[in-house]
Every structure is written in C-alpha cells, then in structure tokens.
C-alpha cells in the first residue's frame, strides 16, 4: 500500500454555515482530523450532512467560518486567492459523481487538458493503457459507456500527478459492476502513483477498502476510525 504515518490533510475546528437567522444551517460544526500521506479515506454521512462542503472547503473553492486545513504542510487558510488557483492547480484531482467531461473533446483530449496544467504530468499513452483507455482514446464522451466516461475523469484528475484526489459520490451514476471497476482503478491508482484519496459516499460498502473512514453527523465527526485491514475494492459487496 501506499499509505505512510506523514500527516497530509489536517483540519482542525473546521466549521461551516449557510444562511441566517430562521434559514441558517451550521453544516460542519468543528470538525478535526488528520489524513496520512498515501491513504485511501472515505467519508460517510447522509444526504446533506455536509459531505460536499467539507470537500469544497479542502479544495479552497469555499472559505470556512473557522478552523484551519493544511495539506501538505501547505496552510490553506493563510492563501491568496491567487495562490488558492496554484494550490489547487499543483496539488488537486477532482473526481464528480457526473463525470463532467467536455462532450466536444476526445477521452484522449480530456485527459490533455488538465495534463497542461501541470509541470510534471504523466505520460499520455501510459496513462490510458493504465485507465484502460488506450482503444477509446480518440472517440468521445457520448461514444463511450458510464464507467469509461468515469475512468477519463480519473485520468483527468489523474495526469496532473496531484498529491489528493478528491471523488464526491464517484461511483454514483453506475451500475454495481462498473462501480466495483471503478474503485478498483481507485484502488490501483492510490498504490501505484501514491496520491492520498478522499472519497465521500453514501455507500457504506465503499469503507471497508479505506484506511481511513470518517462518519458525519449533525455536522460532526462521529466516528474517525482506522481501517488496520482494509478490503480489496474487487471483494467488496452491496
Ligand atoms: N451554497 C449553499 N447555500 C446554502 N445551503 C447550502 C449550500 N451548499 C450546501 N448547502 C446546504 O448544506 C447542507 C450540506 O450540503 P452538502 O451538499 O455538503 O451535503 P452532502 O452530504 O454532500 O449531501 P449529498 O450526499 O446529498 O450530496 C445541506 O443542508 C445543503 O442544503
């Protein structure tokens, strides 16, 4: 595995509303954790417990009322909002649940696009033999099924050699075996190009193949537990 006992992601007190007076919603309500360097950390919580808020917070796309993120020794709370677009630029995947690939680019072209945003991407054949994607490389999105679709965002999040990728509900839009392939690659690409993981899922399944797994409730953490063995992606079953 590639996990390490290097602190990467560190959130302390984090806490975030919307709304005032009457429609004010506290939806993260100090939340405190660490994410070692190389882990796979899924995060639970149902619908509308704040899943993605913690997630846009830790992207920087979205400011905290309080508390402080680090990742990668890198304090996010202490950035300009120019070095926030650099922060996520050199450190970030994403990876969404409607995989949001541009329709009139290949899977190849995909890819491409964020590989230029990076001073050290990853070799393009390599990566879409790696994806599975060699054959699909020069057809585009509608030509091309769910899990493929999903395996471009990947490769998409990917290319840039990013130290986090952040997935929100990656396995959402599939069927249960393209799900399983899906975090299989998941799975294969956290070991093999040792990016730390977060995923946030509804599914309870996904945790048993984190290292780390993390319960939102009411806007706090209910469980912050270590997986010390954790499930193959291909063994998993829902
Ligand atoms: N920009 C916003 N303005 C106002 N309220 C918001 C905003 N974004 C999220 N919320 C509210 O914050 C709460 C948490 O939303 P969030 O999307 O983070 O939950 P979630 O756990 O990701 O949900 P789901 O699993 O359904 O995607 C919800 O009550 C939501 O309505």
């Not at 193959?232 to 079953?237: E, G, I, N, Q, T």
Request: proline share 4%.
């Amino acid at each position: 595995m590639a996990k390490s006992n290097t602190p990467y992601l560190i959130v302390e007190g984090l806490a975030k509303h919307y709304g005032d007076g009457e429609a004010r919603v506290q939806v993260l309500d100090g939340i405190t954790t660490t994410v070692n360097r190389g882990e796979i950390c899924v995060m639970l919580g149902p619908s509308g417990s704040g899943k993605s808020t913690f997630l846009n917070l830790i992207s920087g796309l979205e400011g905290a009322d309080g508390g402080t993120i680090s990742v990668g020794g890198c304090k996010l709370t202490a950035l300009s909002s120019k070095d926030l677009g650099e922060y996520r630029r050199r450190e970030l995947g994403f990876v969404f649940q409607f995989y949001n690939l541009v329709p009139d680019l290949t899977i190849k072209e995909n890819i491409e696009v964020t590989a230029h945003l990076s001073s050290n991407p990853l070799p393009m054949e390599e990566l879409l033999r790696s994806l599975g994607l060699w054959e699909h490389r020069n057809k585009f999105p509608r030509q091309v099924s769910g899990g493929q679709q999903q395996r471009c965002a990947i490769g998409r999040a990917l290319v840039k050699n990013p130290g986090l990728i952040l997935c929100d509900e990656p396995t959402g839009a599939l069927d249960y075996k393209t799900s399983k392939e899906v975090l299989e690659l998941m799975e294969r690409v956290n070991r093999e190009y040792g990016c730390t993981v977060v995923i946030v899922t509804h599914n309870a399944a996904i945790a048993r193949m984190a290292d780390r797994v993390l319960r939102l409730r009411d806007g706090r953490l209910a469980e912050d537990e270590v997986n010390e063995s954790p499930v193959s992606a291909s063994k998993l079953d829902w």
